[in-house]
């Protein structure tokens, strides 16, 4: 059974739910791995964040192939340490987004997840690492180095 309480996964447990559909695409049932790999919402959304990130396009068929993609990349040591927390960023703003459409009635785009994963990141990287010195423009164009 599914972790998370996707619509798929709560009608499972006899939740009443008017629909199991994607709140963010309405193709198919909602279960964890559509929303966060199968959507085109979702699909849209990585796509845009390996453009920035300068990384080939994420083909992901399973939330662990999102959580472990950062073992996957190659290239300078500095990008690379940046991909993990993006990662997790936009997979956590992704579980915000029908949320926000549910409880709030806030219908995201996909290009305002992309902005709120690049704004966080930033605030999150700069905080926590010994990138302090990392300007805004360095993170806006992902070049490092």
């Known amino acids: 059974m599914e972790q998370l309480p996707t619509r798929d996964a709560l009608r499972k447990r006899l939740v009443q739910i008017e629909s199991d559909a994607c709140s963010l695409s309405e193709e198919v049932a909602e279960t964890d791995d559509h929303l966060f790999t199968a ?39 500095e990008h690379i340490k940046m991909v993990k927390p993006i990662m997790l960023l936009g997979y956590w703003s992704l579980w915000k987004a029908p949320n926000e459409l549910i409880f709030n009635r806030i219908k995201t785009k996909a290009a305002m997840i992309v902005q709120q994963v690049k704004a966080l990141g930033f605030r999150w990287i700069k905080a926590s690492s010994k990138r302090g010195l990392m300007t805004e423009e360095q993170w806006r164009t992902f070049e490092f180095g």
């Open 39 to 77: 959507c085109s919402f979702a699909c849209e959304v990585w796509q845009d964040i390996m453009a920035w990130c300068r990384l080939p396009p994420l083909f992901a068929f399973s939330i662990s192939d999102i959580i472990l993609y950062h073992k996957t990349v190659k290239g300078n040591k």
